[in-house]
């Protein structure tokens, strides 16, 4: 009999401690994160290829101008990538549209096209990047004056 009423307390003490007991949902969140790996020295990137620009001298190769160099020293993974993203040109969607019909601007990586949009991988050191104005092809440019927006992304991984 004792062991029955032994087993008799145990089920109630057990029953009364679900009764009583509260489930609680503990949601815990964070995110982790890399600082920023690179930097410009300012907002916004001027390319101005100035007022010499002689209209029947644009031939894809005189006027090229380097681009600001980005600082990736604060980067602490080596899988960087990098893009511009703008209006493609009416006659090459790959460079970017001017506001001069005729002219557009190539953004080339150590010499090399980098088309509009296209990914350009890279570790810690970044690329040299450089912009030249090109004409459409079989046109003469009229002088005047233009203008060109992109924007250039920097991702990791």
């Not at 982790?32 to 790996?37: E, G």
């Not at 790959?94 to 506001?99: D, K, P, Q």
């Not at 050191?125 to 104005?133: E, F, G, I, N």
């Amino acid at each position: 009999m004792r062991i029955l009423s032994s087993i008799w307390l145990l089920a109630i003490a057990s029953a009364t401690s679900q009764a009583n007991s509260n489930d609680l949902v503990l949601n815990i969140t964070g995110e982790l994160a890399y600082p920023v790996p690179c930097k410009f020295s300012s907002d916004t990137i001027e390319v101005d290829f100035g007022d010499n620009l002689h209209h029947n001298a644009v031939d894809g190769v005189r006027y090229e101008q380097v681009l600001e160099t980005l600082d990736c020293s604060a980067a602490a993974v080596n899988a960087l990538k990098l893009r511009f993203v703008g209006e493609g040109a009416e006659f090459d969607s790959e460079v970017l549209n001017t506001t001069h019909g005729d002219l557009a601007i190539e953004i080339r990586q150590s010499g090399n096209k980098l088309a509009n949009g296209e990914w350009l991988n890279f570790t810690a050191t970044p690329p040299k990047l450089s912009a030249v104005p090109i004409v459409r092809p079989g046109r003469v440019l009229t002088p005047g004056q233009f203008t060109a927006t992109a924007t250039l992304e920097v991702d990791y991984q």
